[in-house]
């Protein structure tokens, strides 16, 4: 006959108190560890996806440049996430008189980069954009020529060295340039265009000048 042996309640071991205490700290240690680099990827993957937006928006310039025939300019305002592309006519783009309600140097130039923080700016002026939230445009460095040089003598504002202006031509091309933009947190990421072939490319995540690493 098979006999059960059966545990009484008090042969039953239980967690002690400290022993709970013991494995809440060392829960609390791992996410102390742990809580940075899960905040870091998380930057990282919005970072990347702003990166997308900019990468797309120059691509968008560079096609409506090729299909209108007519050149297009982006530009942002430097520790502003706000950017504009516009179309940009001078008088060698369109021998048609009838367009002209130029300025006396026969060009229509494209408005001054936005400086209003309005996100409402962008039902009335479609060609206003704006980054998400936490992300600024950091700097840009640009190639120049002769073709780029005398459409910048044109607009109508002054534009600084932190925020050149990059034209899109109706032969595809453009011009070098590299466009950074940063997080809150001091991470920088960087888009490099080439101009004689449109093509864009996101660089590596990189810690601003003076940001905690």
Same mark, same amino acid.
């Given at each position: 006959?098979?006999?059960?042996?059966?545990?009484?309640?008090?042969?039953?071991?239980?967690?002690?108190?400290?022993?709970?205490?013991?494995?809440? =700290?060392?829960?609390? =240690?791992?996410?102390?560890?742990?809580?940075?680099?899960?905040?870091?990827?998380? *930057?990282?993957?919005?970072?990347?996806?702003?990166?997308?937006?900019?990468?797309? =928006?120059?691509?968008?310039?560079?096609?409506?440049?090729?299909?209108?025939?007519? #050149?297009?300019?982006?530009? /942002? $305002?430097?520790?502003?996430?706000?950017?504009?592309? $516009?179309?940009?006519?001078?008088?060698?783009?369109?021998? *048609?008189?009838?367009?002209?309600?130029?300025?006396?140097?026969?060009?229509?130039?494209?408005?001054?980069? #936005?400086?209003?923080? !309005?996100? +409402?700016? *962008? =039902?009335? !002026?479609?060609?206003?954009?704006?980054?998400? *939230?936490?992300?600024?445009?950091?700097? +840009?460095?640009?190639?120049?020529?002769?073709?780029?040089?005398? +459409?910048?003598?044109?607009?109508?504002?002054?534009?600084?060295?932190? +925020? #050149?202006?990059?034209?899109?031509?109706?032969?595809?091309?453009?011009?070098?340039?590299?466009?950074?933009?940063? !997080?809150?947190?001091?991470?920088?990421?960087?888009?490099?265009?080439?101009?004689?072939?449109?093509?864009?490319?996101?660089?590596?995540? /990189?810690?601003? $000048?003076?940001?905690?690493?």
């Amino acid at each position: 006959m098979c006999r059960h042996r059966h545990r009484s309640p008090s042969s039953r071991r239980g967690f002690t108190l400290m022993e709970v205490m013991l494995v809440m =700290a060392i829960l609390i =240690a791992v996410a102390a560890v742990a809580w940075p680099q899960i905040v870091r990827a998380y *930057d990282s993957v919005r970072l990347r996806k702003v990166a997308d937006q900019v990468q797309e =928006a120059l691509s968008r310039a560079r096609v409506q440049a090729m299909s209108s025939g007519m #050149p297009q300019v982006f530009r /942002f $305002e430097p520790s502003s996430p706000r950017y504009t592309i $516009e179309a940009y006519q001078d008088d060698t783009a369109s021998g *048609d008189s009838s367009q002209t309600d130029a300025s006396s140097s026969g060009t229509t130039a494209v408005s001054p980069a #936005p400086t209003s923080n !309005n996100a +409402a700016a *962008d =039902a009335t !002026n479609p060609c206003q954009h704006q980054l998400p *939230d936490g992300f600024i445009f950091a700097s +840009a460095e640009r190639s120049s020529d002769t073709r780029s040089a005398v +459409a910048e003598g044109q607009l109508t504002d002054g534009s600084s060295a932190d +925020a #050149p202006p990059v034209f899109f031509y109706a032969d595809g091309t453009s011009q070098d340039a590299v466009i950074t933009i940063s !997080n809150d947190n001091g991470r920088s990421i960087s888009i490099t265009l080439r101009g004689y072939t449109g093509i864009t490319r996101i660089g590596e995540i /990189f810690a601003s $000048e003076g940001a905690q690493k």
